[in-house]
């Protein structure tokens, strides 16, 4: 499952016009780790993904999943990704995508536009993360404005979190596993599929006490 995007080589919408800013297109998903890091060393550092995230009628969940995987990856650089939301009615799933790259549009709900300045409002990076240790994954995680801290070290769950990582089929996992998972907003289900929420930190941005 892939997807076009249209590459920028500078964080700001408004210096568009610029001559040499614009990169180009490129088809992304196959891998979305590796394609954020090789369109950061690229220099690309900002993404339009002209299609919308339908989760209203998101059919299988497969195509939205991969969408937001991607937008995740892009986050996890640095890269500021414009992208459409078509929420479900009931605004499900909006405050887990709080540390994502903010939506620069949101249907589907009728306060669409407040829900768009919120999010950018209370967006920053590093909001929600996570590090490998030897035998653990650390999460960190700052949605709800206060810390919580997570060492996972069951090897069940870290092997579930492996499968999540990109996308998997919810039955495909342990149904307690995702069930304790998706309790603290570490994994959201769209569909049939389900996904890892926190994206991979590679260098605290502050001292770790206060991430």
Known sequence: MTLQAILWRDHTAALRHVPGLHAGHQTLGSDPAADARALFQRGIRHVELPEPVDLARPGDGRAAVRALVVVRELTSWGIVVSWRLVAAADRT?????????????????????????????????????????????????????????????????RDA??????????????????????????????????????????????????V
């Open 161 to 210: 979190i492996h499968d999540l990582e990109y996308g998997v089929l919810a039955d495909a996992v342990p149904a307690d596993v995702l069930t304790d998972l998706e309790s603290e907003q570490l994994v959201a289900r769209i569909g049939e599929y389900a996904f890892w929420l926190p994206y991979r930190v590679r260098r605290w941005p502050h001292p770790p006490l206060s």
């Open 93 to 157: 799933c909006l405050s887990s995508f709080s540390h994502l790259s903010p939506p620069v549009e949101i249907t589907g709900v009728r306060d669409g536009d407040s829900a768009v300045a919120d999010l950018r409002r209370d967006f920053y990076l590093a909001k929600c993360v996570y590090r490998m240790g030897p035998g653990f994954t650390e999460v960190r995680d700052r949605r709800s404005s206060v810390l919580s801290r997570y060492i996972i070290d069951d090897p069940d769950y």
